[in-house]
T-cell receptor, first 110, second 113 residues
Framework: RKEVEQDPGPFNVPEGATVAFNCTYS??????FFWYRQDCRKEPKLLMS???SGNEDGRFTAQLNRASQYISLLIRDSKLSDSATYLC???????????FGKGTTLSVSS | EAGVTQFPSHSVIEKGQTVTLRCDPI?????LYWYRRVMGKEIKFLLH????????ESGMPNNRFLAERTGGTYSTLKVQPAELEDSGVYFC???????????FGQGTRLTVV
């Protein structure tokens, strides 16, 4: 089983749609969870951290389910500018570096 | 505040040559990471420095790759001799501590021909 797995997509949605991405991780000792966004030929940029209690930032909501070892990202009212690759990122355990999923590609069209 | 900077942004070299990539982390970030993305694959971890010490270099592909971080500031990643399969985008990232988010540089796109 891969350490961090995501559905690569692509997800093609119209503007205004709600889209959800899921991610699973294999290491139950993982401590930190993030969603990064990567635009074509650019570096990954932090979108949001993911907390056990769930957290929301505007149109974006992230959830963590430790028991099932999955993380989700919900995007409401999609904008054209949301088109990008969304990377699920997990810290394996204390003292180790971040581990990346392969990314989920989102394409929002007008 | 300056972010993570990498140099060069692009490099095209012939198989067998040597290339050195440089990364300047965010000031005050003790943790520095190198990652690589080969086309069509996920971003893969190469190694992790805490200050000048190698915390984890389990992701380094082979002994043709050498990373240094003298003085705990900037880091270099040397590939010698380069092979075709080394082509990809090499990202450097830094973070304040081992569980906080990492900030990435713009990457060095390496093409070995």
């Amino acid at each position: 089983r891969k350490e961090v797995e995501q559905d690569p997509g692509p997800f093609n949605v119209p503007e205004g749609a709600t889209v959800a991405f899921n991610c699973t991780y294999s290491n139950s000792a993982s401590q930190s969870f993030f969603w990064y966004r990567q635009d074509c030929r650019k570096e990954p940029k932090l979108l949001m951290s993911v907390y056990s209690s769930g957290n929301e930032d505007g149109r974006f909501t992230a959830q963590l389910n430790r028991a099932s070892q999955y993380i989700s990202l919900l995007i409401r009212d999609s904008k054209l500018s949301d088109s990008a690759t969304y990377l699920c990122v997990v810290n394996g355990q204390a003292g180790t570096a971040l581990i990346f999923g392969k990314g989920t590609t989102l394409s929002v069209s007008s | 505040e300056a972010g993570v900077t990498q140099f060069p942004s692009h490099s095209v070299i012939e198989k067998g040559q040597t290339v050195t990539l440089r990364c300047d982390p965010i000031s005050g970030h003790d943790n520095l990471y190198w990652y690589r993305r080969v086309m069509g694959k996920e971003i893969k971890f190469l190694l992790h420095f805490v200050k000048e010490s190698k915390q984890d270099e389990s992701g380094m592909p082979n002994n043709r790759f050498l990373a240094e971080r003298t003085g705990g500031t900037y880091s270099t990643l040397k590939v010698q001799p380069a092979e075709l399969e080394d082509s990809g985008v090499y990202f450097c990232a830094s973070s304040q501590n081992m569980i906080s988010e990492a900030f990435f540089g713009q990457g060095t796109r390496l093409t070995v021909v």
